[in-house]
């Protein structure tokens, strides 16, 4: 069973701090890489997608992954209460490319 | 407006009286899937479509029916509803063939008992 993990949290930073959210995969074959984000009672929105080694910045959110570690992280800099949320780490299947396995989510609280 | 709208959004039901949850995209994307969300569980793929007449299964897809007869609508079809399918439904469509960025719909929350 292709799984990914993320911890479940909460992650709780002060505002204006670095929060950094972590994610591992099982299937060493996967290509695509993805970060939502959900806000309680709402539903996944993309916030990041990332698809080589390496660093991706988008505004405040950097994608990091690892593949030969089978790792990906979302930091946020600055991070601000509207960051408060579920951020969910998915994980595109290599064959076909067209199934996805979605983590369990990280809950974050940023504290004003 | 670009969306992807799902009905209804709330359902209660009881258990053997068949539903169908529609999905439909205006974005003229191929890609459309169902996942069911659960706590603890995160999202779970049941079934998702390349394109019209393509489905396939995802990880979840006992006690469940699609059909994709047209681009836009990708309905969702419980034949006989049991308790451990009650659930929150998001229905998403991707214009990528690796279907990774997905836009999702509203959700519909269900419960049978």
């Known amino acids: 069973q292709k799984e990914v993990e993320q911890n479940s949290g909460p992650l709780s930073v002060p505002e204006g701090a670095i929060a950094s959210l972590n994610c591992t995969y099982s299937d060493r074959g996967s290509q695509s890489f993805f970060w939502y984000r959900q806000y309680s009672g709402k539903s996944p929105e993309l916030i990041m997608s990332i698809y080589s080694n390496g660093d991706k910045e988008d505004g405040r959110f950097t994608a990091q992954l690892n593949k030969a570690s089978q790792y990906v992280s979302l930091l946020i800099r600055d991070s601000q209460p509207s960051d408060s949320a579920t951020y969910l780490c998915?994980?595109?299947?290599?064959?076909?490319?067209?199934?996805?396995?979605f983590g369990a989510g990280t809950r974050l609280f940023v504290k004003a | 407006e670009a969306q992807v709208t799902q009905n209804p959004r709330y359902l209660i039901t009881v258990t053997g009286k068949k539903l169908t949850v529609t999905c439909s995209q205006n974005?003229?994307?191929?890609?459309m899937s169902w996942y069911r969300q659960d706590p603890g569980l995160g999202l779970r793929q049941i079934y998702y479509?390349?394109?019209?007449?393509?489905?396939d299964k995802g990880d979840v897809p006992e006690g469940y029916k699609v059909s994709r007869k047209e681009k836009r609508n990708f309905p969702l079809i419980l034949e006989s509803p049991s308790p451990n399918q009650t659930s929150l439904y998001f229905c998403?469509?991707?214009?990528?063939?690796?279907?990774?960025?997905?836009?999702f719909g509203p959700g519909t929350r269900l419960t049978v008992t």
């Open positions: 974005m003229n994307h191929e890609y």
């Open positions: 479509s390349m394109n019209v007449e393509v489905t």
């Open positions: 998403a469509s991707s214009p990528l063939t690796e279907a990774g960025e997905q836009y």
């Open positions: 998915a994980v595109n299947e290599k064959d076909g490319g067209f199934k996805t396995i």
